[in-house]
């Protein structure tokens, strides 16, 4: 697994690593207020990433010398060039030489053969004088060996430099290499009296532009979206990404949870542009043989994950494995109070997206069917991370615990 | 009506003045940086008698002479001193004079004999050279005159500095003055899914303590406290103000709307202390002859305010126009569905106060009671003043917009 693109023939692990306090113990944490300077250039290279490089981790490089930015760079589209490579290309584009040069990169250099020679390797043959680096590469086959190989090449290694905000620029990445399942961001849209569409099913619209707009950044940088089949049957939603005045480099993945195989050949997830379509079925579903070729030959790919204790229903547990072997980061859920319910029953949710628009229904549909705590003391609680005003509307971001 | 202390024999006028352009064009709009740090410190005296001096509203006072703070100031409760007698008597205790000082105040000072005399006199009598006022008395009998009281009397005038802050200094004062209503703030604490409740009913505690605290802030700042029959039977609250580690200096009155007349003479409200006791009710609960008697007898005043247009139940307008009569600035809703959907759906409700705990029920109380709008456009967005973590909630103020 190559540490700074995600390229990778391994498996997942089932190992749970936490990255960074361990493994990192014998390198050098010392570092100066201008290496923190240079490292937050190098993660606002990371960020330029973010839409383009999953399921690699988007990672940023900086190389400087005797304080004078010499190249920048960060990681391209699957098979593309590393961020290292990038940044190295940019020094020598403008005449420079990476000799004797510092090296800022987001996540540790890779140390192996992948599509690509390893950029640890690179950096040696380059001769840069230092390597820093943010966060470590979550694979415990991996794991300090690129920096390992640097040290041992007579490089200077730094590490642990803004790592908190390095890791949390890849949470997706590490959390599908730490727990081998996908960080799963749940997004809703509600009145403030907490309803999503009106009681006859509207919802178009309750937010505005801004928070409609921002909601198609948080899908671009998914590895999936995914819904459930009332939604599809409701809203007959794209499921795409649809940035104002912009390309998507990239489309995820669109799925859609689906027991009973209803999902119409028409459906627009299926006839509009956009990522590849999986729906996920029970062995019920997939026995309608007819609409499991009809779906198929429409181009979805039709998988069975039945849930092994609730008969008929899909096992959506089983499912975020089966999108991390799909090399999905992040999974992006839109959906209904079913589906949302379920994944939050289940408690197979990282992260609450939650927009609030200043306005009152009195009535209409909620956000969640799920089974109310036995006292309000008893719901679990979620921690703020953020909230803020967008637009003439309201975006709170929750974490798990 | 003495602006500075808002003790009245006037009624309340109908007439809608928007204070903040008009009737102050002869005076000089002229400062500089100096007088807004001077006039900050004195809204800062102002935001100390927030508890105190209502029904008078909050006006804070400072006393300068070369670049020298010489005393300070706020309004005391009623029938005490005003902010500028409160600063003068401060100067004077330290051993100087308000000779050829200038005087900051947030309010413009009075200029008729009412408990006290006029404050412009007291200025002049102290010959200040210069008073700076940030906003004017909203009573169209005043409005001016304490300002030229002044100024005939050879005192500069400045008028206009911070006059948003200071409006919103008394933002309940104003709208009682120039509408004949108190400022109408609705409280609210929900689930981040909308839930006040769970389906049993049982609310305590959806938010933390530090939400729970904030609320009795905001409490201690109205005039009243108002909430519903059904609150009253379900949660018999004590609808006081509790600060922790704090007795409240003035306690609102307490409003309950009982169309019925069943409000029990052991509720807490009329057996705890607290603020006096005002029930709402209709002709028909009027006529339970025995139970108004006893709730008379258990401190209660009872009045009737039948709503012309929905028998049996009560206008809640004219009871705003009542409580204004009654010298309440501000209002505070604390109240269930039916009360809370009533006030908004009749477009009484200025301000909303939303707490919202990150934690989800799936299903429980919601907190209004109203029609769906026809589209979800079609519901009033209100505008989003604030939105700020909370200890582990959120405060969420809106306003009308």
């Known amino acids: 697994m190559c540490a700074t693109c995600g390229k990778s023939d391994a498996t997942v692990s089932d190992e749970s690593v936490d990255l960074k306090p361990s493994g990192y113990d014998g390198f050098s944490k010392e570092f100066t207020e201008e290496d923190v300077r240079w490292m937050r250039l190098a993660l606002a290279e990371a960020q330029k990433a973010k839409r383009i490089s999953p399921p690699n981790p988007s990672v940023g490089a900086v190389i400087v010398r005797d304080g004078r930015l010499l190249g920048a760079g960060f990681t391209q589209q699957t098979g593309g060039p590393h961020a290292e490579v990038m940044a190295m290309r940019d020094v020598e584009a403008r005449g420079e030489t990476v000799e004797g040069a510092t090296v800022y990169v987001t996540l540790e250099p890779c140390s192996h053969y992948g ?85 006859d099913g509207c919802s178009q619209w309750i937010t505005g532009e801004a928070a409609r707009a ?132 289940a408690d197979l949710v990282d992260e609450l997206l939650w927009y609030v628009a200043p306005c009152v229904f009195g009535a209409g549909l909620s956000p969640l069917r799920l089974s109310p705590p036995a006292s309000p003391g008893a719901a679990p609680r979620w921690r703020v991370r953020e909230t803020a005003p967008l637009g003439g509307d309201i975006r709170i971001i929750c974490r798990r615990n």
């Open 214 to 345: 921002d909601g198609h950044a948080w899908r671009a940088v998914a590895g999936a979206i995914l819904t459930g089949i009332g939604t599809v049957l409701a809203d007959d939603p794209q499921m795409n990404v649809r940035l104002p005045g912009e390309t998507a480099v990239r489309q995820p993945l669109r799925v859609v949870v689906d027991r009973h195989l209803e999902t119409p050949t028409g459906a627009k997830l299926l006839t509009t542009p956009g990522g590849r379509v999986l729906i996920v079925t029970t062995s019920e579903g997939a026995s309608h043989v007819e609409r499991r070729a009809a779906l198929e030959a429409a181009g979805a790919e039709v998988i069975v994950l039945d849930d092994a204790e609730r008969a008929g229903y899909v096992d959506l547990g089983r499912l975020l494995i089966e999108l991390a072997k799909r090399e999905v980061n992040e999974v992006h859920v839109e959906a209904g109070a079913g589906l949302s319910g379920a994944l939050l029953s």
């Open 115 to 199: 599509r690509t020679p390893p950029c640890a390797l690179a950096l040696i043959e380059h001769r840069a004088a230092r390597v820093v680096v943010a966060t470590g590469d979550p694979n415990p086959k991996v794991a300090g060996r690129g920096l390992r190989m640097l040290e041992e090449a007579g490089v200077a290694v730094t590490f642990g430099v803004l790592s908190d905000e390095a890791y949390e620029t890849n949470l997706g990445f590490m959390t599908r290499m730490t727990r081998g399942t996908p960080w799963v961001r749940l997004k809703a849209a509600t009145t403030l009296d907490g309803f999503i569409a009106l009681p």
